[in-house]
C-alpha cells in the first residue's frame, strides 16, 4: 500500500525506525541524566540555595514579578492586536495612499529590533518603564500580527469575496460576515504564536528596570549574601515562563474547538430537492 506522498514503510523499515525510537530515547535519557548529575555536583540542590524561596518577602517579590510581568503581557497583546487589525485593513484598503503608509509602518516596525523600540522609547522620550516596554513590544508585535492578519484574510478562497460582491454587499459586509470568519482558523496558531514572542519579550523589561519577573529572579540571585543562587531561580522561573506559553497553546486549541462547534460555522443540511411550483411559461413534463 501507498499514499501520495510516501511509500508506507515495511516490515524492516518499522523495525529500524523502532530502533532509531530506541536509540534517540536513550540518547536523550543520558543527556538528561547528566544535567542532573551536574546539577548535584555542583551544589545546586542544598538547602542552602533553596532555604531562601521559603521566606515570604522571595515569594512576594516573585508575585510581584509575576503580576507585572502578565500586565504588560495583557497590555501589549490587546493593543497588538488593534494595532495589527488597523495596519491590516490599511494594507487592505482600496485607497493607495492609505495602502503605503500602512505598508511602510509595518515594514518598518517589523523591522526594527524590540530592544532599540524599548530604549528609545524609555530615553529618547523619557517614558515609563511600563509605557515603553508595552509600547515597544506593541509596535513590534502588532505590526507582525498586520502581516497575519493580512495574509489570513488573501487566503479565503477568491470566489468566496466575488461571490459576495455579486450578491449587493458592501466591503465592509464582505470583510465582517465572510473573509474574517473563515480567516480566523487559519490565522490562529500564528496569532497564538506571535502572542507566546510578546509573553517573552517582556523580560526585556528588566533592562529598563521594569519589576517584572526576570528583574525579580536577578534581584533574588544578585542580593542574597551566600553563594548567587543563579541555577535555582532559573529552574524556579523558566518552568512559569513555559506554563504560560503552554497556557495560552491551550487556549488556542480550546478557541478553536469551541469555534468548530458554534452553530454559525457548521455546515447546514440541506433538505433533498422536492417538486416545486413550475414558472411561468412551462409545462409540467409527461409522466
Not at 509605557?131 to 487566503?155: H, P
Request: glycine residues 6%.
Amino acid at each position: 500500500m501507498t499514499t501520495a506522498l510516501y511509500d508506507v514503510p515495511g516490515p524492516r523499515t518499522r523495525q529500524r525506525h523502532r530502533l532509531y525510537g530506541l536509540v534517540s530515547t536513550v540518547v536523550i535519557l543520558a543527556l538528561i541524566g547528566w544535567i542532573i548529575y551536574l546539577l548535584f555536583a555542583t551544589g545546586q540542590f542544598t538547602a542552602a540555595k533553596w532555604t531562601p524561596f521559603t521566606y515570604k518577602g522571595i515569594q512576594e517579590l516573585l508575585l510581584r514579578g509575576l503580576g507585572n510581568t502578565l500586565k504588560a503581557f495583557a497590555l501589549a497583546a490587546v493593543l497588538s492586536l488593534a494595532l495589527g487589525g488597523v495596519l491590516a485593513t490599511g494594507r487592505l484598503s482600496a485607497h493607495r495612499v492609505v495602502r503605503w503608509v500602512c505598508t511602510l509602518l509595518v515594514e518598518f516596525f517589523r523591522a526594527m529590533p524590540v530592544l532599540v523600540m524599548i530604549f528609545f522609547i524609555y530615553v529618547a522620550l523619557k517614558a515609563e518603564p511600563l509605557i515603553a516596554l508595552v509600547a515597544g513590544l506593541t509596535l513590534y508585535n502588532g505590526s507582525v500580527l498586520a502581516e497575519v492578519f493580512r495574509t489570513g484574510v488573501n487566503s479565503v478562497d477568491r470566489g468566496q469575496r466575488e461571490a459576495s460582491y455579486a450578491l449587493g454587499m458592501r466591503k465592509t459586509q464582505v470583510m465582517t460576515h465572510v473573509l474574517v470568519p473563515q480567516a480566523v482558523r487559519a490565522m490562529l496558531p500564528a496569532i497564538i504564536s506571535q502572542l507566546v514572542v510578546a509573553l517573552k519579550d517582556t523580560s526585556l523589561g528588566y533592562l529598563i528596570t521594569y519589576e517584572e519577573f526576570l528583574h525579580a529572579g536577578k534581584l533574588i540571585a544578585s542580593n542574597l549574601d551566600y553563594d548567587l543562587p543563579f541555577i535555582p531561580v532559573v529552574m524556579i522561573i523558566s518552568p512559569i515562563y513555559i506554563g504560560m506559553c503552554m497556557l495560552l497553546s491551550w487556549l488556542a486549541n480550546w478557541v478553536s474547538k469551541r469555534q468548530r462547534r458554534n452553530p454559525k460555522v457548521e455546515a447546514v443540511e440541506v433538505a433533498a430537492p422536492e417538486p416545486g411550483t413550475l414558472l411561468p411559461g412551462s409545462h409540467q413534463p409527461p409522466t
